[in-house]
């Protein structure tokens, strides 16, 4: 068992252990849609891959407090930004908005970049180096301010 699914599993124990329902809820939530890719692709997810599974969590945790706050349906944003909040705990730290502008203007000097034509080359290459570390979002963003 990798070393973050490990991490998950005991920290579900803990939860339990300390009657925390909102907490195992999100615990067991991240475990099941780890376990579900696993049966899916047959395979034992390794710590790279359970952490995209977390990503896309989070990511889709972001997307679904935006609506809700759109909608007017703040009962529910609470619960997603409960849920969010304990699914970043298995996320790497975060570069700051600084790092993530020296990679990115490393990544147009490397490569040459001048234009939007290789926005898709840049973003491989930075995939790469923060994936996990940023929100590819902004870093997307920061490209085409610098592209532009």
Known sequence: MSELKQRI????????????????????????????????????????QALVVIQKMVK???????????????????????????????MPEQLSDAEVASAVDKAITVS???????????MGILKGQLDGKADMGVVSQLIKAKLS
């Open 9 to 48: 599993t005991d920290d579900m124990k803990s939860a339990m252990k300390a009657k925390d329902k909102q907490a195992l809820k999100a615990v067991r939530m991240i475990l099941g849609a780890i376990k579900q890719r696993e049966i899916d692709e047959r395979i034992e997810l390794d710590d790279a």
């Open 60 to 90: 889709q945790r972001k997307d679904s407090i935006t609506q809700f706050t759109e909608g007017g349906r703040l009962d529910l944003v609470e619960v997603e930004e409960a849920e969010l909040v304990i699914i970043n705990n298995y």
């Open 112 to 122: 040459g970049a001048d234009s939007m034509k290789d926005m898709g080359k840049l």
